[in-house]
């Protein structure tokens, strides 16, 4: 039934964007649910998180395809990369798991992520050497999340998953979030790194924002105004009723020369 409700959700409305949200449900729900049983079933989070808020009000169409004229078919096609990459992981993961429930085996599915994202970026091709991270451009700026690396245009950021629980998938759900909603620094998936057997970070790449200043909160509050979003009690948090953005304080936002702003980073959960 949820398959089945999900499918007709995209042929009903018809829209790209919807489509790449919903595509992975089909692919992993059945298993997605002895994968996650520590967590929320995964069946519920995509009814609660993704599903239900879309489908409010005519399913919010007007949003895809608000997000969807801004964007450029290049943004599309990676976006649908990053998708595909977060559901071929997903799907080796409850492989995986179920092996090891035959062993009886317990293991953690943050644990499970790790092995199955460091096989699948050496059997892709997408593993880069902690030792070769530092080759990627001259050190910049670093928070509790990243660490990042700048190329002339661009800057690379190495994730340590601190905010997204450990997660390596919830990671990419996010990136494809933000992507959706700031089509301007959207990100794209560069490769995997860490230490073989132990961790594994993904590292995205950005366009770099030059010559930028830290936007005020005031410049912040405006420009999401603008995208439709309105503040909250909570100082850098914002919402529409779809999405709640959180963290957009001013080492997050960034003004360029001629006044343009733009989210670099940002915390995004589907309401």
């Known amino acids: 039934m949820p398959v089945i409700f999900c499918t007709c959700l995209v ?7 919807a489509s790449l949200v919903f595509r992975s ?6 298993c997605c649910r002895r994968y996650y049983r520590s967590e929320i079933p995964k069946q519920a989070w995509y009814f609660a998180h993704l599903i239900v808020p879309l489908h409010k009000k005519g399913m919010r169409n007007d949003v895809f395809e608000s997000i969807s004229q801004r964007g450029s ?15 071929e992981l997903q799907r080796r993961c409850c492989l995986y798991e179920t092996k090891l429930r035959a062993g009886e085996k317990h293991v953690r599915p943050t644990e499970i992520e790790v092995y199955v994202a460091e096989e699948y970026a050496h059997e892709k091709k997408l593993w880069t050497s902690i030792n070769d991270v530092f080759n990627l451009g001259i050190p ?3 928070g509790n999340e990243n660490d990042t690396y700048v190329a002339n245009d661009t800057i690379f950021k190495v994730n340590n998953l601190l905010n997204s629980q450990g997660s390596i998938i919830q990671l990419f759900h996010k990136i494809l979030l933000h992507n959706l ?3 301007e620094t959207s990100y794209s998936f560069h490769s995997f790194t860490g230490f073989p057997g132990s961790s594994v970070m993904p590292i995205f790449k950005q366009s770099l924002i030059k010559d930028s200043t830290p936007a005020t909160a ?7 105004a603008a995208l439709g979003f309105f503040g909250t009690n909570t100082n850098g948090r914002f919402t529409n009723g779809e999405f709640d953005v959180w963290d957009l304080l001013p080492r997050n936002v960034l003004k360029d020369s001629e006044g343009d702003i733009f989210v670099i980073d940002a915390e995004i959960k589907l309401l």
């Open 11 to 17: 042929r009903r409305f018809g829209n790209p964007q």
């Open 218 to 224: 005031i410049e912040i509050g405006t420009y999401m």
């Open 73 to 87: 078919g290049a943004e599309d096609t990676e976006n649908r990369r990053i998708q595909e990459i977060a559901d």
């Open 140 to 142: 910049g700026p670093s």
């Open 181 to 183: 909603l700031f089509t």
């Open 25 to 30: 449900l089909n692919r992993t729900l059945a």
